[in-house]
C-alpha cells in the first residue's frame, strides 16, 4: 500500500477552507479528480493507494460510487460556504486503482453528479484510466453515451516479460483491440509506458515503443520506473533477485522515445508526455502544472483550491465511515506561503513546454539563466525570447534545473 500521508495541520470537521481561498478563483480553472481505489492485483512496483478484494476491511466496493456522490455533493457545498466562486468543470479525470473495475454505470454515475454540482464546460474533457483487460467494445460505449470523452490505457509494455517483472496482468495483443473500440465508441486514446523495468533492455524498450506508435494513440506518457520503498519490487533488489534499474540506460530509453515518437508525428508538452496536437494532450493534468484548481474525491485523493491543499484519509474503510456521518474525509491540509508557492511554480512550469516566463523570475535565479543555456540544459532562443524551455538534456536533468532556478 501507499506510503503514511504528509504532515500538515488539521483539516476541520465541516471542510471549510480558509478565508480568502476564493480569491480570484475566477482566473483558475477548476477540475475533478476522482479516485477509484480498486485494483484486481497488486503490481509489484506501485505506490499507489489502492486496495485488493483482500485488503478492503469493512468497505465494499459495490458501495463506492454512492459514496463518492456524496463527497461531490459535500465538495459543492463547502466551496459554496468557503466563498469560493463556482465554475463550471473544465476537465474530469477518474483514476486509481483500476476504475474500470467498476460497472460503466458507476463511472457514468458519478460524473454525473459532477455535472449536476457544478456543471461542465462546453469543451470538458473527461478521461478515465483503463486496463487492457478490464473494458470491452460495450463498457467503452456506455462511457461515451455518460459523457466520457477520453481513456488512457495502462500499456506500459509490449514485451510480455517486462510485464510479468512489473505483475501486469494484461496480454500485450490486446492492447491494439481495446484502442480500436475506443476510437469506434468516439473516445481520444492515451497509452501509458514505463520504461527502465529491471530487465529491460534497449530493443525491448523500442519494440514496445514501435507497438504503441502502430496502435496511433492521440496521446502518449512515458514514466521512468522509480522503485518505492515497501513496494514488492524493491524488496525483490534489495534481496538480490531483480537489478536495480540503470541510470543511464534509462537516460538511453528517454532519447530513443523522444526520437520515435517525433519521427511519428508527437511532439513532446511535458516532461513525460507526448501529444499529435495541441487538441490532445491530456488538460487535466495540464491544469495541475500550471496551478489551476480540483477538488480529489476519493480515500487518499488530493485537493488543491487557493492557496491551501488537502487530503483524505486513506482507507476505503475510513473513507467511507466519514462519508456516512457527513464529516469531511479530510485527514490534513496545509496552507503554502509565498516561498513554497514560487518554488512549486518554477518546479511545474519548467517541466512543460510553454515553459517560465524569465521576467517573472527574481533577480537571482534570472542571473542562473545564462548559465544554463552555456550548459545546454534550456534552450537559448526561447530564453533570449523571454521564456525557460528545457532541451532534450534539460528534460533528462529537470531536477539540476530547477535547484539552480530555487537556491
Given at each position: 500500500m501507499a506510503g503514511p500521508l504528509p504532515l500538515g495541520d488539521p483539516a476541520p470537521a465541516d471542510g471549510l477552507l480558509p478565508p480568502g481561498s476564493g480569491r480570484e478563483a475566477h482566473g483558475r480553472d477548476f477540475g475533478v479528480?476522482?479516485?477509484?481505489?480498486?485494483?484486481?492485483?497488486?503490481?509489484?512496483?506501485?505506490?499507489?493507494?489502492?486496495?485488493?478484494?483482500?485488503?478492503?476491511?469493512?468497505?465494499?466496493?459495490?458501495?463506492?460510487?454512492?459514496?463518492?456522490?456524496?463527497?461531490?455533493?459535500?465538495?459543492?457545498?463547502?466551496?459554496?460556504?468557503?466563498?469560493?466562486?463556482?465554475?463550471?468543470?473544465?476537465?474530469?479525470?477518474?483514476?486509481?486503482?483500476?476504475?474500470?473495475?467498476?460497472?460503466?454505470?458507476?463511472?457514468?454515475?458519478?460524473?454525473?453528479?459532477?455535472?449536476?454540482?457544478?456543471?461542465l464546460a462546453d469543451d470538458a474533457e473527461v478521461t478515465t484510466e483503463a486496463n487492457p483487460d478490464s473494458v470491452d467494445a460495450e463498457y467503452l460505449a456506455t462511457l461515451v453515451e455518460g459523457g466520457f470523452t477520453r481513456v488512457s490505457f495502462g500499456m506500459q509494455s509490449a514485451v510480455p516479460h517486462v510485464l510479468r517483472t512489473l505483475d501486469r496482468t494484461h496480454d500485450p495483443e490486446r492492447v491494439p483491440l481495446v484502442v480500436r473500440w475506443a476510437r469506434e465508441a468516439g473516445l481520444q486514446v492515451s497509452l501509458d509506458l514505463i520504461y527502465g523495468t529491471p530487465g529491460e533492455s534497449l530493443a525491448d524498450w523500442s519494440a514496445s515503443l514501435e507497438s504503441a506508435i502502430a496502435c496511433e494513440p492521440d496521446h502518449l506518457s512515458a514514466y521512468a520506473l522509480i522503485?518505492?520503498?515497501?513496494?514488492?519490487?524493491?524488496?525483490?533488489?534489495?534481496?538480490?533477485?531483480?537489478?536495480?534499474?540503470?541510470?543511464?540506460?534509462?537516460?538511453?530509453?528517454?532519447?530513443?522515445?523522444?526520437?520515435?515518437?517525433?519521427?511519428?508525428?508527437?511532439?513532446?508538452?511535458?516532461?513525460?508526455?507526448?501529444?499529435?496536437?495541441?487538441?490532445?494532450?491530456?488538460r487535466h493534468n495540464l491544469a495541475y502544472w500550471l496551478g489551476h484548481d480540483w477538488w480529489g474525491v476519493g480515500p487518499g485523493a488530493h485537493s488543491y483550491v487557493g492557496d491551501t491543499r488537502w487530503w483524505n484519509v486513506k482507507h476505503p474503510a475510513a473513507y467511507a465511515q466519514r462519508i456516512a456521518s457527513g464529516e469531511s474525509p479530510a485527514a490534513g491540509r496545509e496552507t503554502l506561503d509565498a516561498a513554497t508557492r514560487e518554488t512549486e511554480r518554477i518546479l511545474l512550469l519548467t517541466r512543460i513546454r510553454q515553459g517560465l516566463r524569465v521576467d517573472s523570475l527574481a533577480s537571482e535565479p534570472r542571473r542562473e539563466v545564462a548559465g544554463l543555456i552555456a550548459d545546454g540544459l534550456i534552450d537559448g532562443r526561447s530564453a533570449i525570447a523571454g521564456t525557460v524551455v528545457l532541451t532534450l538534456r534539460g528534460r533528462l536533468l529537470a531536477d539540476a534545473v530547477v535547484r539552480r532556478l530555487t537556491s
Open positions: 479528480y476522482l479516485h477509484v481505489p480498486f485494483c484486481r492485483v497488486r503490481c509489484g512496483y506501485c505506490d499507489f493507494n489502492t486496495y485488493t478484494s483482500t485488503e478492503l476491511r469493512g468497505a465494499k466496493q459495490s458501495d463506492y460510487a454512492s459514496q463518492a456522490v456524496l463527497e461531490v455533493d459535500l465538495a459543492r457545498s463547502v466551496l459554496e460556504r468557503s466563498g469560493v466562486a463556482a465554475r463550471p468543470v473544465s476537465t474530469v479525470f477518474f483514476g486509481g486503482g483500476t476504475p474500470t473495475l467498476l460497472p460503466a454505470e458507476n463511472l457514468v454515475r458519478m460524473l454525473a453528479s459532477v455535472r449536476d454540482a457544478w456543471g522503485i518505492e520503498q515497501g513496494t514488492k519490487l524493491a524488496r525483490q533488489i534489495r534481496s538480490g533477485e531483480v537489478e536495480e534499474p540503470d541510470d543511464d540506460l534509462e537516460a538511453d530509453m528517454y532519447e530513443l522515445a523522444d526520437a520515435r515518437l517525433a519521427a511519428a508525428g508527437y511532439s513532446w508538452y511535458e516532461v513525460s508526455n507526448w501529444s499529435k496536437s495541441d487538441a490532445t494532450v491530456s
